[in-house]
């Protein structure tokens, strides 16, 4: 037999009062502009989302690369999957009307290459490698056995951010002419566009 929910009865559980969700964007669209303010239409630049929850905390999402128009389009799904959030995010709770901070910007291109070189070094390690590593850690062969798959897993997820972040377009932003950053407010979940230049 199920138990009614407190809801039920209009009653609310004494540690969900305070609780409230964050307000989120339904879709967040961000166009690309060239120095003259047209479109630029640049696959794979490469962005980052930084979202203020309070003065001292905040999310990031990493990595995100504009399609083949320019465009990052983004739903509320995607950010909570891609950010700390998916830990803690609950609809179910209510919303908290304080307007939410954010940034957004392209990442600066030496940062990208910085990066790029310690994934393809950390890359360039093979699994007998861990292997002989984790033996040496003191770990027995079933719980270097079970180990092993998630480092794989993980390397072939940096594998595919390498190509990313290798192939990115951010060296063909004039930064000297833009900030190519923007800092708003969420203040409705609803949809959200902007321009980056």
């Known amino acids: 037999m199920e138990k009614d929910k407190p809801e039920k009865f209009g009653v609310v559980p004494s540690e969900l009062i305070s609780k409230r969700h964050p307000i989120l964007p339904n879709t967040l669209t961000i166009q690309i502009k060239n120095e003259n303010g047209e479109d630029l ?7 980052h989302l930084n979202i203020y929850i309070n003065d001292l905390n905040y999310y990031t999402y990493s990595f995100i690369p504009t399609n083949s128009n ?3 389009s ?7 999957q891609n950010t700390e959030l998916k830990h803690y995010y609950d609809e179910g709770i209510s919303l908290e009307n304080k307007p939410v901070k954010f940034d957004f910007f392209a990442v600066n291109n030496n940062s990208l290459n910085t990066l790029a070189t310690n994934l393809e070094k950390y890359l360039s390690v093979d699994i007998e490698s861990v292997k002989k590593d984790l033996k040496n850690k003191g770990m027995s062969d079933i719980q270097i056995a079970n180990y092993i798959p998630s480092v794989q897993q993980k390397m072939e997820s940096d594998r595919k951010l390498y190509e990313t972040i ?5 060296s063909e932003l004039n930064f000297s002419t833009g900030k190519y950053k923007i800092t708003d407010f969420w203040n409705s979940e609803t949809d959200y566009h902007y321009e980056l230049k």
């Open 41 to 47: 239409k640049k696959e794979n630049v490469i962005c």
């Open 70 to 72: 320019g465009i990052v």
């Open 74 to 80: 983004l739903t509320r799904k995607e950010i909570i």
């Open 166 to 170: 290798k192939n990115n377009k951010n």
